[in-house]
């Protein structure tokens, strides 16, 4: 067989797994497998609430899956290539496994994470987040002298440094950390361990030294605040809880994510609530419910991807040919379909005129819509909605709602519209500019123009169109590459970006699109594919793998065939590289190359495998 052929072949081989693989209501249900926080939480939370006896086997599983992944240096890491370990990581397990009663301090495995813990700064060196669960449990202390003034949840919506000028995701992590924080809340444990000889020193470093002048700026505002009247503060006690209480999703989590739900789990407990209250226990019943059984044991999905990887593997398998007429695809439409959006959610603060139309990422998601679901699932819709009135209409609201929430600088950020203010960024928490603001990238942006260019009549001229691909070429980094925040990073936001700008007529011969090319093709391994490693977040610059990975490797191909010929060699090495995937290394497959917090949490998605090669290959087989 010639290089086409073998191809075809593989797609036919791919098509038939996923026939096998899809779910009788039309899904796919693939691990969203991010890092060991949400599992090692799990345990802690089960044992505070005296429960190890009661869910045993799923407590057993998990802390099984926790020691397999334990380091030869005692260490955990959140990707592979990860030097040495992670501290926080390391800590939370530590703990974990401690509180569980699955290991004993003087057990070699905890004795050799004790080893690692200590050389790499002990306990007051971990992540802000990990901290909380320190402090919650008494381990370190809180913050000496902080209160936050309870008063600044009474500020209108529109104000410039409102709840609603942070990200979404900060905001519901935020808020119980806060309550727990002026509660100065300490669970009493049913298992009460100690973990004083972590202590590398005795300093807790809860904020960053750097003390900018906004930082200064808030600190005189939050005395303002401070100085309200008692009334005020307690007004504020109680805009807080039910800003909790009115985003718990149906499955008793708050906002659809086990890491915010936690969180949530103290706060209430720290307002007074009890342990059997509706609240809390339906917030268990969420977390148990995000259980994944992987061959490793149990892992807790921080947000399970349903909806995301039904979308995207829909809208591939139609790129290979499968036809809109196909039980596989009418059967993942009509999921889909049942899947967008018709509630208002925070997204509405900041685009009041919009109407809802979106889709989110998981299952249980039903007001927190985001513009790359909501694009993904557009694109598996698109063909069907040709022939079907009644879909169209959906298809509709689906591109009302997408090109209502571009941001004022002509890019879309991930789930609302214009929280872009940098001056949060400068706040002296961790990861404070990935994660305070929701802004315009890369990718979403890019992703948002291919679907533009690709799927609707709309004129590449378009005000709109014009000011997104302003957007992107001002972005691009002086090697050429752009930067990717919701993927591994530069091989991510580069395949978004130059999909997004050829799909709207960017000629190929442009010389942002020639740069990013040259970039590309440079940065190919010598097996043909292309690998990124996850310390590419945090250096803000590329950081190549020693090795290929399939999802990587099928964005650089997808991305180049919009530029060079499909018999180039870079393309064809890349295509062998993908036609023996089987062959593949497990942490060649298994590499996280899903981006949640840059430092802190990476994303293996076990749907990848599936999904790009299956796109790369079909537009090969197109070209």
Not at 194 to 212: C, G, S, V
Not at 367 to 377: G, H, K, L, R, Y
Not at 429 to 449: C, F, Y
Request: negative net charge.
């Amino acid at each position: 067989m010639n290089l086409e052929e073998e191809v075809i072949q593989n797609l036919n081989e791919r098509i038939n797994l996923l026939r096998k693989d899809q779910n009788t209501d039309g899904s796919w249900e693939y691990c969203f497998e991010g890092s060991i926080m949400t599992d090692c939480f799990m345990l802690i939370l089960l044992s505070d609430l005296a429960l190890l006896d009661k869910e045993k086997e799923l407590c057993e599983n998990i802390a099984k899956r926790l020691i397999k992944l334990q380091e030869e240096n005692g260490s955990w890491k959140l990707y592979e290539d990860e030097k040495n370990g992670n501290l926080s990581a390391t800590v939370q397990a530590y703990a974990a496994l401690l509180v569980s009663n699955t290991l004993e301090k003087d057990h070699p495995n905890m004795k050799k994470a004790e080893k690692f813990i200590l050389s790499n700064g002990g306990l007051g060196k971990v992540h802000f987040m990990t901290k909380m669960i320190l402090a919650i449990h008494g381990f370190i202390q809180y913050p000496t002298f902080f209160h936050f003034p309870m008063s600044y949840f009474l500020l209108p919506d529109n104000f410039p440094l409102s709840l609603f000028e942070l990200s979404s995701y900060a905001r519901v992590h935020l808020i119980p950390m806060i309550l727990c924080i002026n509660k100065r809340f300490i669970i009493k444990s049913n298992h009460p361990i100690n973990l004083d000889h972590l202590h590398a020193t005795k300093e807790i470093e809860w904020f960053d030294d750097e003390r900018n002048s906004f930082f200064h700026f808030l600190v005189e505002e939050g005395k303002k605040l401070a100085s309200y009247p008692l009334y005020f503060h307690d007004k504020g006690y109680e805009k807080a809880e039910k800003f909790i209480l009115e985003r718990i999703e149906t499955n008793g989590t708050f906002y659809s994510y086990a890491s915010s739900t936690y969180y949530m789990i103290y706060a209430l407990l720290a307002l007074g609530y009890e342990t059997n209250s509706n609240e809390i226990q339906q917030a268990l019943s969420g977390l148990i419910s995000l259980s994944f059984e992987t061959e490793d044991g149990i892992h807790i999905q921080n947000s399970p991807s349903q909806v995301w990887d039904t979308a995207l593997l829909s809208y591939a398998l139609q790129e290979a040919g499968v036809s809109p007429t196909d039980t596989l695809i009418k059967k993942s439409v009509d999921y889909l379909n049942k899947k967008q959006q018709i509630l208002k959610g925070d997204w509405s603060k900041h685009a009041k005129k919009i109407s809802p139309g979106g889709w989110g990422f998981s299952e249980v998601n039903s007001f927190i819509p985001d513009n790359d679901d909501t694009s993904a699932a557009l694109r598996a819709l698109t063909r069907s909605a040709i022939s079907d009135s009644t879909q169209l209409e959906k298809w509709q609201k689906g591109i009302q709602f997408l090109l209502g929430l571009q941001n004022h600088d002509g890019g879309w950020g991930a789930f609302e519209k214009n929280v872009t203010n940098k001056w949060l960024t400068y706040l002296p928490i961790e990861n404070a500019k990935d994660a305070i603001i929701d802004p315009s990238t890369a990718d979403l942006t890019g992703r948002v123009l291919e679907f533009i260019g690709n799927y609707t009549t709309i004129d590449r001229n378009d005000e709109q169109v014009k000011k997104a691909s302003e957007w992107i070429f001002e972005h691009q980094e002086k090697n050429g590459s752009w930067y990717g925040r919701w993927g591994i990073c530069y091989i991510y936001g580069t395949w978004a970006a130059i999909t997004g700008l050829r799909s709207i007529g960017i000629p190929k011969n442009h010389e942002a699109i020639q740069k990013a090319a040259k970039w590309l093709i440079s940065a190919q391994n010598d097996d043909g594919g292309w690998g990124e490693s996850g310390y590419s977040a945090v250096k803000q610059r590329y950081v190549p793998l020693k090795y290929s990975t399939p999802s990587q490797t099928a964005w650089a191909i997808d991305a180049l065939l919009t530029i060079v010929d499909k018999e180039d060699k870079a393309i064809k090495r890349g295509i062998q590289y993908l036609l023996a995937q089987k062959d593949k290394t497990k942490k060649e497959v298994m590499y996280p190359t899903g981006l949640g917090l840059p430092g802190g949490f990476y994303i293996h998605y076990h749907s990848y495998q599936h999904i790009y090669p299956l796109l790369a290959l079909a537009h090969y087989v197109q070209k």
